[in-house]
């Protein structure tokens, strides 16, 4: 066996920003510590601090008053903050700059008047977020199809946004069909779409000629973990969406493979890890490792955790 270690992978700067947030959370305020959603979607991550005592909501009532909330990653809808703000809660935003780019565009389009159509997955965590900061505004289309079956006004000031994890295939095409819909639609001044998801999908559609099947490590919920596999299955080749080796069935691989290894932005290296050296053990398999794209991002932490450092 052939493995070929796709390089960008794994951890982004957003999700590296998260999980040290919680980390320093932890470190000054101890347990209980609430954190609203999964900081990350990832669910080894997850598990790994819910032994740690943070607990994971979903709705700010299961949050007692006047106890240290963290935002995950994705964002929240400014209907949160407010019920925070209500609970006397101590709040730590975590999330993601990029995510936060895409909120403020939605806040701007709609003081402008603008109708606002957010393309991304209906129930994401991201998109409840952005769809809260102006919920009048926004329509949400997640294929062709729905753009077909959009219901606006002629002279409508219409304006696009991206969920920042789509594929970015599939973006273009839907953004596409707006614009021969709507040709005045307008869009962000800067792509949505987050560099390590492009970054990422680079890599894969780059190396996956070479491979026999590809490996995504990742959770099922993560959605820029779950277009990587789409893209390596759109290409004829066998892709598994897997948290870790174990999940593969046994007798998947012969061991005359060449295997594509990847992991989504909120995947932890560890796992890509025990992922090849369990591939050596039982294969025997080779190591080579792929630079498609260099990245030099980092975050600082939030603000209230710079506050108390």
């Not at 990029?98 to 806040?107: C, P, S, Y």
């Not at 969406?241 to 992991?263: K, Y």
Request: aromatic fraction near 6%.
């Amino acid at each position: 066996m052939k493995i070929i270690l796709a390089n960008p992978r794994g951890f982004c700067a957003g999700v590296n920003m998260a999980i040290e947030s919680l980390e320093r959370a932890l470190e000054l305020f101890g347990t209980p510590l609430y954190v609203f959603h999964e900081i990350v979607h990832n669910r080894p991550v997850v598990e790994r601090f819910r032994k740690r005592g943070v607990v994971f909501v979903d709705g700010m009532d299961e949050i007692p008053e006047g106890a240290t909330v963290l935002y995950s990653a994705h964002g929240v809808a400014p209907a949160i903050r407010a019920a925070a703000a209500e609970r006397r809660l101590q709040a730590i935003d975590a999330t993601c700059p990029l995510v936060t780019k895409v909120h403020l565009e939605a806040v701007r389009f709609a003081r402008e008047g603008y109708t606002i159509i957010l393309i991304g997955h209906e129930g994401h965590d991201e998109v409840l977020g952005t769809t809260g900061e102006a919920p009048e505004h926004i329509r949400l289309v997640q294929d062709e199809g729905e753009v077909e079956r959009l219901d606006v006004a002629a002279d409508a000031r219409l304006a696009y946004l991206t969920q920042t994890t789509l594929s970015v295939d599939d973006a273009e095409v839907i953004i596409a069909a707006l614009k021969r819909r709507f040709p005045q639609i307008v869009g962000p001044s800067r792509d949505d779409i987050c560099y390590a998801t492009q970054n990422r999908q680079e890599a894969v559609k780059e190396l996956v000629p070479e491979a026999d099947a590809v490996i995504v490590l990742g959770s099922q919920n993560s959605s820029n973990s779950m277009r990587l596999a789409e893209l390596a299955r759109a290409s004829g080749k066998p892709a598994y969406l897997v948290d870790g080796i174990d999940e593969i069935p046994e007798g998947t691989f012969t061991g005359s493979e060449t295997v594509l290894i990847t992991a989504g932005a909120s995947a932890p290296e560890e796992v890509v890890d025990e992922c090849v050296r369990r591939l050596q053990e039982q294969y025997g398999a080779t190591v080579e490792t792929r630079v498609v794209r260099e990245e030099h991002v980092s975050f600082p932490l939030p603000r209230e955790l710079r506050v108390l450092s």
